[in-house]
């Protein structure tokens, strides 16, 4: 019988089998697992650590309003601009922005560990020294300061073939009000859905028939659906407040607005217009 050289042998295995060929055959490897395993202990024991780590990741929305305009436009003449000024600002890390019909919304997210208050300052000077920047008909920016913690830790999507989106909207605040009650729940958000609303409908011969204008119609409603404080009376040592006024609860409270007098007799909404309640 033949037999190879040792050399050969090791030529076979490679570099990577005579290493772990010499670890299995020393003596030292299992004092160097025990080593590792005690620098591992001691790296757990004597590293410092937070029991409730606060990770700072400054946000900062920007809100701007431009009525009557497209999104298009708004994302040409107000997006994109300040996207633009926000990236020249230095620790920032992403800008996102949102164009919907007469509104803007930019967001600002700067680099982990950046100070908070020096980052809405940042933003600050910037928007003041281009102020001279915004374009007619576009409102002052809205600055609101956000945080790691404003990240929402659930999200729940209501969606039916049966019920519409007032009805799912209307569930969502019920379950929004019970999660309110869960203990170290700081805030809870409703997007989307339907709010219940009151639509008038004018009718111009209507309106014209009593010379009324569409104008003094909203001037009507908005005086109509106010509650005020009027003061105060004491009386056998009570102190009772004394309110005006109250707001509309349903469609015939708003059908029932006075909008004026015509011919010595009162003019109501319902007169010259069509209620519809969307409950």
């Given at each position: 019988?033949?037999?190879?050289?040792?050399?050969?042998?090791?030529?076979?295995?490679?570099?990577?089998?005579?290493?772990?060929?010499?670890?299995?055959?020393?003596?030292?490897?299992?004092?160097?697992?025990?080593?590792?395993?005690?620098?591992?202990?001691?790296?757990?024991?004597l590293?410092?650590?937070?029991?409730?780590?606060?990770?700072?990741?400054?946000m900062?929305?920007?809100?701007?309003?431009?009525?009557?305009?497209?999104?298009?436009?708004?994302?040409?003449?107000?997006?994109?601009?300040?996207?633009?000024?926000?990236?020249?600002?230095?620790g920032?890390?992403?800008?996102?922005?949102?164009?919907?019909?007469?509104?803007?919304?930019?967001?600002?997210?700067?680099?982990?560990?950046?100070?908070?208050?020096?980052?809405?300052?940042?933003?600050?000077?910037?928007?003041?020294?281009?102020?001279?920047?915004?374009?007619s008909?576009?409102?002052?920016?809205?600055?609101?300061?956000?945080?790691?913690?404003?990240?929402?830790?659930?999200?729940?999507?209501?969606?039916?073939?049966?019920?519409?989106?007032?009805?799912?909207?209307?569930?969502?605040?019920?379950?929004?009000?019970?999660?309110?009650?869960?203990?170290?729940?700081?805030?809870?958000?409703?997007?989307?859905?339907?709010?219940?609303?009151?639509?008038?409908?004018?009718?111009?011969?209507k309106?014209?028939?009593?010379?009324?204008?569409?104008?003094?119609?909203?001037?009507?409603?908005?005086?109509?659906?106010?509650?005020?404080?009027?003061?105060?009376?004491?009386?056998?040592?009570?102190?009772?407040?004394?309110?005006?006024?109250?707001?509309?609860?349903?469609?015939?409270?708003?059908?029932?607005?006075?909008?004026?007098?015509?011919?010595?007799?009162?003019?109501?909404?319902?007169?010259?217009?069509?209620?519809?309640d969307?409950?």
């Open positions: 019988m033949n037999r190879q050289p040792h050399h050969d042998h090791d030529a076979a295995r490679g570099i990577a089998g005579r290493l772990a060929h010499s670890f299995v055959n020393s003596k030292l490897t299992p004092l160097l697992i025990v080593a590792s395993v005690l620098l591992g202990l001691f790296s757990v024991l590293l410092p650590r937070e029991e409730e780590p606060q990770i700072r990741v400054p900062i929305d920007l809100l701007v309003a431009m009525p009557g305009s497209s999104a298009q436009e708004v994302d040409n003449r107000v997006s994109s601009p300040i996207e633009r000024l926000m990236w020249e600002i230095p920032v890390e992403y800008v996102y922005s949102t164009s919907s019909p007469g509104r803007s919304l930019v967001i600002v997210r700067f680099e982990v560990g950046q100070d908070i208050e020096r980052s809405l300052v940042k933003v600050q000077q910037k928007l003041q020294g281009n102020y001279d920047r915004i374009p008909g576009v409102s002052a920016p809205l600055v609101k300061v956000r945080s790691i913690d404003d990240v929402p830790i659930l999200a729940l999507t209501f969606h039916s073939a049966l019920y519409d989106h007032m009805t799912l909207r209307r569930l969502a605040s019920e379950v929004a009000a019970r999660v309110k009650r869960i203990p170290e729940v700081a805030e809870t958000r409703i997007i989307g859905g339907l709010r219940r609303s009151v639509r008038v409908q004018l009718d111009p011969a309106l014209a028939s009593r010379s009324l204008s569409p104008t003094e119609v909203m001037g009507a409603l908005r005086q109509a659906n106010d509650q005020r404080s009027a003061g105060s009376l004491t009386m056998r040592d009570t102190d009772l407040i004394v309110q005006t006024g109250a707001f509309f609860e349903n469609a015939r409270d708003v059908g029932n607005t006075v909008l004026g007098v015509y011919q010595g007799l009162p003019v109501y909404l319902r007169d010259v217009a069509k209620i519809v969307d409950a």
